[in-house]
Nanobody, 122 residues
Framework: QVQLVESGGGLVQPGGSLRLSCAASGSIFRLNTMGWYRQAPGKQRELVATMSESDGTNYADSVKGRLTLSRDNAKNTVYLQMNSLKPEDTAVYYC????????????????WGQGTQVTVSS
């Protein structure tokens, strides 16, 4: 079993920055693909960024150039650095992971974190 625990959310003004963390524990050797999804009120959960063995790191068009996904294997932690934040980035952000070697998607996610709220507002 794998546990994912997110942290780092909060309230930030437009143009500001936040760094989200996702710490993995348990059978982490099974994790080959990881990433972040987000869900805004009244909207479907959407992919933000992914990292997999097969095709590296990928981002949603809406966040390219502003968000950066990275991984610290020694700490079993994935980070999402978010810069130049916009009000439309407001959502609950979820860490997700799976054992597939393919790009992370709703079809191969096996583990979810509990979510962390990000609010971008002046």
């Amino acid at each position: 079993q794998v546990q994912l625990v997110e942290s780092g959310g909060g309230l930030v003004q437009p143009g500001g920055s936040l760094r989200l963390s996702c710490a993995a524990s348990g059978s982490i050797f099974r994790l080959n693909t990881m990433g972040w999804y987000r869900q805004a009120p009244g909207k479907q959960r959407e992919l933000v960024a992914t990292m997999s063995e097969s095709d590296g790191t990928n981002y949603a068009d809406s966040v390219k150039g502003r968000l950066t996904l990275s991984r610290d294997n020694a700490k079993n932690t994935v980070y999402l650095q978010m810069n130049s934040l916009k009000p439309e980035d407001t959502a609950v952000y979820y860490c997700a992971a799976g054992s597939s070697f393919s790009r992370l998607s709703l079809h191969n996610i096996e583990y979810w974190g509990q979510g962390t709220q990000v609010t971008v507002s002046s």
